[in-house]
């Protein structure tokens, strides 16, 4: 079955359209790269996907979601109660900038352990054991360290770490990652994107992955969907939109992203 099914998704406020019937499936296991500039509606989608838009923002088409545990569930109008079953379980996010996605006020260990408790019914020891070992599949050294830090404490490439594994403590069936390695620098952004390559197939789970930057995207996703101005202008594999995209928006893309490949060979020593 399919873990997410979105046909015709239109999002709108009272003075705007930002996504006009966007469509695309995800497959158990598959990856997708959802990419377009700011404004694009990219982050409209994710907040779609996961039932978070803000009130005065309306979602209309339909949205289905589930895995073989819960049954396809449509998103779009369901009510709260309904999604904080979904949330976690089928489908979790990781966003842009974790000082937003943390409480400043609650220790990491505390945060993570609320899922882990919620979710696996775990207690006392077992449960500290659990928050540290969420820690440690996330790469974090000195996890018990972090376990007892605020979210100020630790660094930004800390924090996205910790994020990552909130959102993996519920064992969601499909990650969204929006833009989780922008805010991060170029070394950290690697590691990151290693770290979310490995888990993501260790896990076998389903990856939306948002980017502005198809470098990036490519190093991660097999598939890619362009938005552009909230439409779809393109969608296909990897190659297939590197070797011969068909939108001007897509070429530009694409060719932004091979100038950059050639700009780091040259500063490595290469030759274009």
Not at 104 to 109: A, Q, S, Y
Not at 142 to 165: D, F, V
Request: net charge negative; proline share 5%; hydrophobic share 45%.
């Amino acid at each position: 079955m399919r873990i997410l099914d979105i046909e015709n998704l239109s999002v709108k406020t009272e003075a705007a359209d930002l996504l006009t019937n966007v469509s695309f499936t995800l497959e158990p296991g598959a990856r997708l790269g959802l990419i377009g500039e700011s404004g694009s509606g990219k982050s409209m989608t994710a907040l779609a996907i996961m039932g978070l838009l803000p009130p005065e923002i309306k979602a209309f088409g339909s949205l289905l979601l589930g895995n073989g545990k819960v049954a396809p569930t449509q998103i779009i109008g369901t009510p709260e109660k309904v999604l904080n079953n979904i949330r976690g379980t089928v489908a979790s996010i990781v966003f842009q900038e974790p000082l937003t996605a943390l409480d400043p006020l609650m220790r990491i260990g505390r945060q993570l352990s609320e899922p882990l408790r919620r979710w696996q019914g775990l207690t006392a020891d077992a449960l500290r054991d659990a928050v540290i070992s969420a820690l440690d599949e996330v790469s974090i050294n000195n996890p018990e360290r972090i376990a007892r830090s605020y979210p100020y404490q630790i660094s930004g490439g800390e924090r996205q770490r910790a994020a990552i594994a909130m959102a993996l403590a519920c064992q969601p069936s499909l990650l969204i990652a929006d833009e989780p390695t922008t805010a991060l620098d170029v070394t950290v952004q690697a590691e990151i994107l290693t770290l979310l390559d490995a888990i993501v197939a260790k896990r076998k789970m389903s990856l939306l992955f948002i980017s502005h930057d198809l470098a990036v995207v490519s190093k991660i996703t097999d598939h890619v969907l362009v938005l552009k101005d909230g439409l779809v202008v393109e969608a296909g594999s990897l190659g297939e939109i590197l070797r011969a995209p068909k939108h001007p928006y897509t070429r530009d893309l694409v060719a932004s992203a091979k100038e950059l490949d050639r700009a780091l060979d040259l500063a490595k020593g290469g030759t274009t």
